[in-house]
């Protein structure tokens, strides 16, 4: 069983790079191969990779996605780590802002205030929980976990700080005072001073200084905020110090926004209202806290207002004012006082201030339950986070080496073995959203979007081959391989046939004249034989050839391509179905607990003559002519749905409880039985019937068709690195079959 296995992702991007896998390619085009090793020499033991594609390793597994909106952010000094906090408390720490590593959990529930460091292999998070308890935290990217410091609760902490590199901790106690803390626990040094009263502090990235807040008053009228900051050096070695820097350096700010402090100490950096003629428009003004006396600077004037604006220096040249509910940004060069665009995290909630961190040239905010990540200097961004994996659509390829998956719009394919798997990721463009997959063959899948669009794709490179149109939702899709004929069930039970040509393009669509209660496709081998079973609204049962249905002239250029006919001594080999139906794919396929397999004989559900125990049904099977064949009792009356297997010899019956059973149609004994605990919405057999391919809520499976042993199971969510925003910005935590 494959479970929460690491894998490399095949992106079928365009323009792909070797440290992600976007989001906003179109499928039609070829991806260039990125550099380093390849996906063979990283993944030893998988089935080599359908096409000469090199990718980085990703990160798939139970996962752990922050269970709310992230409401806060704070970033490591050399920008390279952040720590976070949803709105129910949950703390991760991304020790990768690149996407190579998924989040780790922080045990800091109850945190009030956050701050993080790396110190070589490690990393530090310093937190201040609701009782005024300061903690600090020593965690690896393996999940080793040491508590440093524990301050007790009689020495009641506002804040605390992380030194760069880990080389202590500053904390801010409620009496006012500041204490010096090495990251093991001890405390080296003191200050406090009678008229020294600071509210809060500001620690620059370089760890030498940091600036203390000591007063605060607004002016309602003026709708201006008049703050008091004092400098205070710190001092490590060889004697730890904290000591006063200079005077006292006096701001009138907005009172909405809060002031930001340069990398080194030095400046401030804040955004005022200058012309209350123009209350639409904002002045970014940067002052020297190094000279009290010394005037503000305005280094840009008139950038436009908007609810929730920050500014924040990203570097000491360099500041970003930021808007909470516009994606619009500024970064402005201090020297030149030049202002630049640039994009920001979309909008969500316009009376929310998006979350966000500063430093080393990099900006970090929270997006739902995602990061968006930018290089503040370059303009680049992404988002990192978990998708909620619900795939809606699943198949195996013919040589059992892959699996594809629909969810979310884009196809995914994970290949099957005992080594490491890969996977790839088909992304279609935001206006196609791909509902149901099959396979063409091992290098070709057949897509159906939400609106009836038919798509060959080659998928190791995602080359769309051609299309086709259904003109309306498909309700169910059945595909023969050896016939090569796509049948398309309409909602209103109109049934189009598509053939697939050798080159790959499609034919059709050829339509049946009369309507019809049901149809379905034989599995014939040659031309002359009945491709085709219906039943008509009276229930009459009709087989037609591939050239009744059509014309009455010769077959299209692109007829199906026919194998030949192999045979058995004297006699042909019974035809055996080759690929499942997809008719339990509709989200009430079945009438009356109806069913019908792949030579048009039907499963009824009734309940027995003699009935003794309620719970027990009994499903019948009629062939053509209405006459029962076979039938099998079983034990429960809580029956969904009731889906053949595509040689007729088993049987799978779907509970409303989630619970599925395979009975031996022969011996009308049961084989095994698997409970997902929750309904099942997509359950279906493989081509070759080896397999039963289910895909719920919770994630994807395969079943052993014989044992219904778990071949391979999807552990929760995919965390993923994407330039396009997440489509599930606000999922949150997923429940996944390896729970059960």
């Known amino acids: ?46 089935p080599p990779p359908p096409a000469n594609l090199t990718v980085p390793s990703r990160v798939r597994g139970a996962g752990v996605p922050h269970s709310g909106n992230i409401t806060s952010v704070v970033l490591s000094a050399d920008g390279k780590a952040a ?41 530090l998070i310093a937190y201040v929980d609701s009782a005024d308890a300061a903690h600090i935290l020593s965690m690896t990217t393996g999940g080793k976990l040491k508590e440093l410091l524990n301050t007790p609760p009689h020495q009641p902490v506002s804040q605390i700080a ?58 309602a009228k003026a709708l201006t905020r008049t703050v008091l900051l004092q400098r205070l050096s710190i001092v490590i070695r ?7 820097l200079g005077d006292e350096r006096r701001l009138v700010i907005d009172r909405q926004v809060a002031v930001s402090v340069s990398p080194n100490g030095k400046r401030a950096a804040y955004l005022f209202r200058a012309d209350k003629k123009k209350p639409t428009k904002w002045s970014a003004r940067v002052a020297d806290l190094t000279d009290p006396n010394s005037d503000p600077v305005t280094v840009k004037d008139e950038l436009q207002r908007v609810a929730h ?16 509910p516009s994606a619009r940004s500024w970064l402005i060069d201090l020297p ?14 316009a009376s929310v201030a998006v979350p966000s961190a500063f430093g080393a040239g990099m900006r970090v905010a929270g997006l739902g339950g995602w990061l968006f990540v930018q290089n503040a200097v370059k303009g680049h961004h992404y988002y990192i986070g978990y998708s909620r994996f619900i795939p809606s659509s699943g198949a195996v390829s013919p040589n059992g080496k892959w699996t594809a998956w629909t969810s979310g719009g884009d196809v995914w394919f994970e290949s099957l073995g005992k080594g490491p798997g890969r996977v790839a990721r088909l992304e279609l463009p935001r206006i196609r959203t791909a509902v149901k997959v099959r396979f063409v063959d091992d290098d070709h899948v057949l897509l159906v979007d939400s609106v009836g669009g038919l798509s060959i794709i080659e998928w190791a490179s995602g080359k769309q081959l051609d299309t086709a149109d259904a003109s309306g939702p498909v309700a169910r899709l059945d595909y023969s391989a ?101 008719a339990r794919e ?10 019908y397999d792949r030579f048009g004989f039907t499963y009824r559900l009734k309940l027995p003559a003699s009935q003794v125990d309620p719970s027990l049904r009994l499903i019948e099977v009629r062939d053509h002519n209405n006459k029962v064949v076979r039938s099998i009792t079983i034990d429960t009356a809580s029956v969904s749905r009731l889906v053949p297997s595509p040689d007729a010899s088993k049987l799978l019956v779907v509970e409303r409880t989630g619970a599925v059973t395979a009975w031996d149609q022969r011996t009308a004994k049961r084989l095994w039985g698997f409970n997902f605990m929750r309904a099942v919405s997509n359950i279906r057999w493989s081509a070759d019937g080896k397999y039963v391919v289910t895909a719920t809520g919770q994630g994807a499976a395969l079943l052993a068709a014989d044992t219904g042993k778990q071949v391979y199971v999807t552990c929760g969510s995919w965390f993923e690195r994407r330039t396009t925003p997440p489509p599930m910005q606000f999922g949150g935590s997923q429940q996944h079959l390896c729970a059960l």
């Open 1 to 46: 069983m494959n479970v929460a296995r690491p894998f490399v992702a095949l992106s079928l991007c365009v323009g792909f790079a070797a440290s992600a896998c976007t989001g906003d390619s179109a499928p039609a085009r070829a991806t260039t191969a990125a550099k380093g090793k390849s996906a063979a020499q990283n993944n030893v033991g998988a």
């Open 83 to 123: 720590v976070t906090q949803d709105n129910h408390g949950g703390v991760r720490l991304w020790p990768a802002l690149d996407g190579s590593a998924a989040p780790l959990v922080v045990p800091a529930q109850g945190a009030i205030q956050l701050a993080v460091a790396r110190r070589g292999r490690e990393y």
């Open 309 to 324: 604006a920050a500014i924040a220096f990203v570097n000491d040249k360099q500041v970003m004012v930021t808007g909470g």
């Open 162 to 219: 992380l030194l760069p590199r880990g080389r202590g901790a500053v904390t801010l106690r409620k009496d006012r005072t500041f204490h010096l803390w090495t990251v093991s626990g001890t405390e080296v040094a003191i200050y406090e001073q009678r008229s020294f009263r600071p509210l809060r502090f500001i620690l620059a990235h370089d760890g030498k200084s940091l600036v203390a807040v000591i007063h605060e008053s607004d002016d």
């Open 586 to 595: 509709a989200p009430a396929p079945f009438l009356a607990g109806r069913a």
């Open 482 to 582: 050896k016939r090569r004929v796509v049948l398309v069930t309409r909602a209103n039970n109109e049934l189009w046939l598509f053939g697939i040509g050798k080159d790959n393009k499609f034919s059709g669509p050829h339509m049946l004249d009369y309507v019809t209660q049901r149809g379905g496709l034989l599995d014939t081998k040659t031309a002359a034989a009945p491709i085709l079973w219906t039943r008509d609204l009276k229930g009459k049962y009709a087989a037609l050839t591939w050239k009744q249905l059509t014309s009455a002239g010769p077959a299209p250029a692109n007829e199906p391509v026919l194998p030949a006919r192999r045979r058995r001594g004297k006699r042909a080999s019974r035809a055996r179905p080759d690929m499942d139906r997809d």
């Open 336 to 349: 030149t006082r030049k202002a630049y665009g640039r994009v920001g995290p979309p909008s969500h909630f």
């Open 238 to 244: 060889p004697k730890a110090t904290l000591a006063k």
